[in-house]
């Protein structure tokens, strides 16, 4: 058949097709062969994304595509088994010396199908959906989890991540912890009115978190509420309407306090910014950049904001219980970088960070 | 100069084939994972004799599965950007003419993005969701040249500089279109619509649309190639083809219809990749002369040998990490630009 089209076509670019479609055929030909030929057991769970995938059922070579997962799955004591991560997952220390794979919406498939995983955990909202069809192409496993818009869903979505990971007495006892801590800053915030606050993802163009999104949430658990009535995730603010709703209280995320201060006060020295009396008191918080990352370690945050939105509650405990590790850490960078880290319109290849949750 | 002959055509792009199947070969073996080339040559002998059933290497999956469907994907968006280029060129008579002046690609991107809020909206199966965004890049491009073609109209004739200055707004309109679809969409959307936007071979394509592409290829440069010698004509002058008894109108339908396809298609999978239709056919003039029987096949393969080579750095200059190809091809495409208009004019 192939003689036959190189005798019928003369033409060069007639033979050129002819060798893409030769070429194409050479892929076609090795399409069927059964790659994974030794398969564990498996069950069939409906992931948040409403796939119903086939997963083993005690995974035990997992790659996580998502900071957030990364957290939980060590959260989770379930660090052995995790044998591959994104250049984005930094928390804890150990997550780093993890084999990467390359980043969130561009990770190497070439290196997942090197590692030889038997599940590759995703989450809808910072994974590309392609990422996934790839996946599937390869026959490689994958369960997409977390989409959470409130506090409660990422505990219960860590609880379906330690199902599916096998490990259901680690995640109950971890959302037991969680939830626990939580009901307990509640029973000391019942007393006080909610604190009404901006919370600051990036400052130029001003954008702020939409009150549908977990980080909302988690600002009211920590006795504030959000300005910002905007129903889109990241909306961009007018600093007018800043003005205009004169918040409490600034919030910024930051892995360093000393430089959040520092870039308070620069934004103190522009015009617009006087206006706001949060500016002129100097009323402004900063919390771990966990808040950004739909992960247990968001507990810590809310409580951190909550003692320094509502000091007066939390006059006689002895020492702080739980700070966590990046607040500790050498101021060294700027606040800039850190916040550009979640400014959603900067989601490019060069600063993929910023679409870490 | 010498005249073509059908031997001399031959020669010349069985250089180039050899050359484009060296660096399919280099392409192959170069990655994130480490492949040693004897590996590499027993795994394709096997394939070609139809045992790949025997390759039970680690790695038979990264190079068969991973690697070779992208390779062949860049041979094709190289190809078809080349060819559309060249073919742009010669109908415009305008050396600044490409594919993405003409307004297709941001047409496309339209399309695409447009593709990636409905499928986030939808909840469909993986495999019908993954061809929304490649069908409404494809859509976008269609629509996009019926409404250029109609903007160059000028007393029911095509004009060059009004197909060309149409384009060049539509383009512009539309990638106003696409900042406000950009600024307007939620988080996820935005992650996968940036990523296309600045080309990206990365996601293997399902089979059934290789093969799809690899048949509109055939057509749309086939047909371009029986025009071959009425470009050439063209390039004097339209009243001068006309009066050597090229039927103008027919010819500029047929290479505007099917170049279009060709950037339709190249673009409803690989998002946009620039340079490629605009520098490829100027190399290829420089080596092989401006004789479209020779350029046509000639701006195919080097068009080609481009894009695998850019997308094999693209893999491997920040391994693990992928660069986008667009981006490979810009940096390494504008400067090249730069010298070839400087030597030109010294």
Redo the contacts between chains.
Sequence with gaps: MHRSIFIFM????????A???V??L??????N???LASQPATREVVDEM??SVRIPISPARIISLAPSITETIYALGLQDRLVGDT?FCDYPADAQKKP????I??P????I??L?PDLVLVT???N???????L???GIASYSATDPHTVAEIISSTQKLADVLGASDAGKSLSEELQGRLAALQSKLAAVSPRRVLFIVWTEPLISAGKDTFIADALRKAGGISIVEAT???P?MSLEEVVHLQPDYLVFAASHSESAARDFDALATRPGWRLLDAVRKRHFAVISDAVNRPAPRIVSAIEELARQLHPEVFQDPPAPEKVPPSANAAPSVSLRPALSSYS??N???STESS?VH | MRPLTLGRLLFRCGILAVILFVVVVIALKMGAVQVSLYGLGRDLIRVLLGQSSAISTDYGMIVLDIRLPRILLGIFVGASLSVAGTSFQALLRNPLADPYVLGVSSGAAVGAIIGLIVENHLALSPEVAGLITPFGAFLGASLTIAAVYFLGRRDGHIDSSTLLLGGIITASFLNAIIMFLMNTLAGSNLRGAVFWLMGDLSTPQPRSLLYLLSFGFLVAAGAIYTTASDLNLLLAGEKEAMHLGVDVPRVRLVVYLAASILTGLAVSVSGTIGYVGLLVPHVMRLIFGADHRMLLPASALGGAIAVVIADTLARTIVAPSDLPVGAMTAMAGAPLFIYLLRRRLT
Excluded: H, M, Y
């Design positions: 003369t033409r060069p670019v007639a033979r050129l097709l060798f893409f479609f070429a194409t050479g892929v076609s030909a090795q399409a062969s059964p790659r409403g796939r250049d990467k794979v390359g980043g919406i561009n190497n498939l070439e290196e199908a090197a030889r809808k909202s910072i590309r959906l392609d990422t996934v069809r790839a599937d192409t390869l889109q995730d990241w961009q959603p319109s989601c490019s290849r679409c």
